[in-house]
């Protein structure tokens, strides 16, 4: 290990017989290098942060999005801890509760839905905090798997990242022990709410994630709690009037190179290559929501204005933007009609293109408001096409580099 890499932290000798990593405080020293491309990456990132917090106001009801958004959320951000859930079952058990087919582990997605909108009610209360921290590791891991690991409680051993059948003798990452984990987690809040004026937010954004993954406070659901520290971060200094920014999906695409990011700080004091990384992230991340804000515009007033006539029509159109899995019972009950009028209209909706019946059952059958789920995979879809290119590149680009040089004729 190289000096520079003390710039992140040190491996401390444990009376164990393990090392483990305690992280020096934030800011990083020597300071961050922000100039050059980094810099540029910055701009591009405020802009496109910028332009999603506007989007966002021209929704009828930026709300109904953001409800959207943050289901979306919990389940890709569950999902990279393994759980296999879809945005669909979540909507499905929201509707309709447990139901035979219905995935065990939906109660981790639910869990975090809550968790979400929990930390975001609770910052217009106090601020950004190790109290509501702990707040959401208590909502997060209520009654679900790792629930027996002290929910909403700081860690009082030691824990360790690998995989199956890892121990403390070869884990990937050995985070501080136990006696540090509270002082470390004081730095971290007082660097949280001390560096507001001395750097720019984004970059600050990218540190503490780091900086919290780095010390994995709890005994599980660190990933899922680190990845909202950054959208509570962002609304509670109001870069975002509304929790649109997520990076769930951009680092479920990225992972390798999250993981490789992470570790060259640890490593190698490598502070600057993972800030461009959460930058780049910012950036493709905000394109996509705002996109995706500006097709939902578009689908609903196409939509309102093909059924304009029809009241019933209209009324389950915005319905279906807060919740869009519905059966005829439930169609019956948000439009006050009777059962054959509500099934009618569904049945109508469905002809259109606009429902899809997705049980095949004669009875209790249930619909989706396609189109409009569509517009948040198309997200998932295109990041992992995006991603799947960059790998060709560059395993293209490997290959020729390998090539022996080109006699000269």
Known sequence: MNDSAHRAGRWIQQSTGYKAFVPAPLPPDPPLRLDGPIQAMLSQADRDLGRLDAVATLLPNPDLFVAMYVR???????????????????????????????????????????????????????????????????????????????PGEFRTSQNWIGGAGVSLRNAAFIPPPPHEVLPQLGQLETFLHASRDQMPLLVRCALVHAQFETIHPFLDGNGRVGRL???????????????????????????????????????????????????????????????????????????????????????????????????????????????????????????????????????????RYQPYLDLFHREAVEAQMADAANATSQRTASAFSALPPTPNP
């Open 229 to 367: 520290l950054i959208t509570l971060m962002l609304c509670a200094e109001g870069a975002l009037t509304r929790p649109l920014l997520y990076l769930s999906l951009y680092l479920k695409t990225h992972r390798a190179e999250y993981y490789d990011r992470l570790t060259a700080i640890r490593s190698q004091g490598h502070w600057e290559p993972w800030v461009g990384f959460f930058l780049r992230g910012v950036s493709q991340t905000a394109r996509a929501a705002a996109q995706t804000a500006r097709d939902i515009i578009q689908l609903r007033e196409a939509h309102r204005a093909a059924v304009a006539s029809n009241a019933r029509a209209l009324r389950l159109l915005d319905h279906l933007l807060v919740q869009p899995s519905v059966s005829a019972p439930r169609a019956t009950q948000w439009l006050d009609c009777s059962f054959p009028t509500a099934l009618k209209l569904l049945q109508d909706l469905e002809a259109r293109g606009w429902l899809r019946e997705v049980t095949g059952y004669g009875r209790n059958r249930q619909w």
């Open 72 to 150: 979306h959320e919990a389940v890709l951000s569950s999902q990279i801890e393994g759980t296999q859930s879809t945005l669909e079952d979540v909507l499905a058990f929201e509707a309709e509760g447990q139901q035979e087919g219905t995935p065990k582990d939906i109660e981790e997605v639910v869990n975090y839905v809550r968790a979400m909108n929990h930390a975001l009610a609770r910052l217009a209360e106090f601020p950004l905090s190790l109290r509501l921290l702990r707040e959401v590791h208590a909502q997060l891991m209520q009654g679900v798997r790792g629930g027996d690991k002290s």
